[in-house]
């Protein structure tokens, strides 16, 4: 097995829902080359791991003599248990159940390789070389097709007893919401994530509401995605800017318990459905203004993502440098 060089790049993947992005990094945080594939999870794990090795040969086969990784860092959606290299369940990736990644991967390849929660990696991706730089205490959390967080205290990843720490969008909002994949209901996930956006928009379209969402969809309700909201609210379509209120209000209840509980000095907040920005995030900011005590928010900042789309795979080298 390759053992770990100083400053040789590390080869840090991210794997989610909907894509994953396999890079070759230095400890510097320098992207040196990148490949990004769809995840296609409903095909199961053997399908998704089978193309992620593939990358990871591309990459490794293409690699100068002082590029070649040292380390292989896995950020992936979903409970991991760290210790142990599992996937043991992930809303988002359907059949990953106890699925031993980190050693599929180390065998097939014969190179260092860890594991992590991709929202953990984000966390520290953004402590590390990011918005977060210089703060001790943060939360960051991804809005995307799904909801994620990572917890950075005193400087240093917050794991947990098992590596499962952070499951924000796991986190009740609602008693008597929508039943989410997690098992739970009401999740915040299930209420301000990329995915609950574009049923709410679906919802009302449905019930008659007018709007211009479904010519951005091509006219096909299925076509409605956070992305298509999104545009509708840019143009001042008011049913797209009631959805994005409803999700950004949700969304605050959900920092407002982040704000109680670990009273942080900077919520990043990252993701696809963070690239619409303050649309989302003055909803709920003002939120946290309204329901949180009021010493911790005043203490926090609530703020955009510095490294958009690159926070995880940066995370998982910062992780692998300190391992």
């Known amino acids: 097995m390759m053992e770990t060089v100083k400053d040789q790049p590390v080869l840090a ?3 989610g829902g909907t894509k994953f992005v396999a890079a070759v990094v230095s400890t510097a945080g320098e992207i040196i080359s990148r490949q990004y594939e769809l995840t296609l999870a409903d095909e199961g794990p053997e399908a998704v791991v089978g193309r992620l090795l593939e990358s990871i040969k591309d990459l490794v086969r293409n690699a ?11 950020a992936c959606a979903g409970a991991i248990d760290s210790t142990a290299g599992t996937v043991t369940s992930s809303p988002n990736l359907p059949g990953w159940h106890d699925v031993p990644l980190r050693e599929m991967v180390r065998e097939a390849t014969g190179i260092r390789t860890i594991l992590l929660n991709d929202a953990s990696a984000a966390a520290l991706g953004e402590h590390a070389f990011g918005a977060g730089r210089g703060v001790s205490n943060l939360i960051y959390i991804t809005v995307s097709t799904g909801i994620g967080g990572g917890i950075v205290i005193g400087g240093k990843l917050y794991e947990g007893a098992c590596g499962a720490a952070g499951e924000i969008g796991h986190t009740t909002i609602d ?15 299930m209420l301000a994530s990329g995915k609950a956006i574009a049923r709410e928009a679906q919802r009302l379209i449905s019930g008659g509401a007018r709007s211009c969402i479904l010519e951005l969809a091509e006219g096909e309700l299925q076509n409605v995605t956070a992305q298509t909201v999104s545009a509708a609210a840019q143009r001042g379509d008011a049913t797209a800017k009631a959805v994005v209120a409803k999700a950004a209000a949700y969304l605050g209840v959900g920092l407002v318990n982040l704000v109680n509980i670990f009273n942080p000095e900077m919520i990043i907040v990252g993701g696809g459905v963070a690239k619409m920005g303050d649309s989302l995030l003055d909803g709920a900011r003002r939120v946290v203004a309204e329901r949180a005590f009021q010493l911790p928010a005043r203490a926090v900042r609530i703020v955009p993502s510095e490294l958009g789309d690159n926070a995880g795979i940066l995370g998982a080298v910062a992780f692998a440098s300190a391992s």
């Open 64 to 74: 100068t003599p002082t590029s070649v990784p040292s380390a292989i860092a896995i």
């Open 13 to 15: 993947i991210d794997i």
């Open 175 to 189: 008693v008597n919401g929508p039943h989410c994949s997690c098992g739970n209901v009401g999740c915040l996930e």
